[in-house]
């Protein structure tokens, strides 16, 4: 069993910043994927930021431009930096890690609400 604990949410007016931290119990030196995912009141959880297994990073076109994914091998942590944030972008951010045949993993979720 792998554990993911996110931290960083809050509430912030719109045009500001937070960073999401997403640290894991397990080693993500060469895990095949990890991401942020966001779920807001009455739609789909849909895909933010990911590093695929190449450490390539795929991001939302919402996104793009504004956050940015980053990675500390040896603290075994994501990170998502979001930047001119939208009240759009209100909604409960969670961290994915899959180790493939070990397993995909969610953490609990960070809430984020961008409003004046």
């Known amino acids: 069993q792998v554990r993911l604990v996110e931290s960083g949410g809050g509430l912030v007016q719109p045009g500001g910043s937070l960073r999401l931290s997403c640290a894991t119990s397990?080693?993500?030196?060469?895990?095949?994927?990890m991401g942020w995912y966001r779920q807001a009141p009455g739609k789909e959880r849909e895909l933010v930021a990911i590093?695929?297994?190449?450490?390539?990073?795929n991001y939302a076109d919402s996104v793009k431009g504004r956050f940015t994914i980053s990675r500390d091998n040896a603290k075994k942590t994501v990170y998502l930096e979001m930047g001119s944030l939208k009240p759009e972008d209100t909604a409960v951010y969670y961290c994915?890690?899959?180790?493939?045949?070990?397993?995909?993993?969610w953490g609990q979720g960070t809430q984020v609400t961008v409003s004046s």
């Open positions: 994915n890690a899959d180790y493939g045949p070990l397993g995909s993993f």
């Open positions: 397990r080693s993500i030196f060469s895990i095949r994927t």
């Open positions: 590093f695929t297994s190449l450490s390539r990073t």
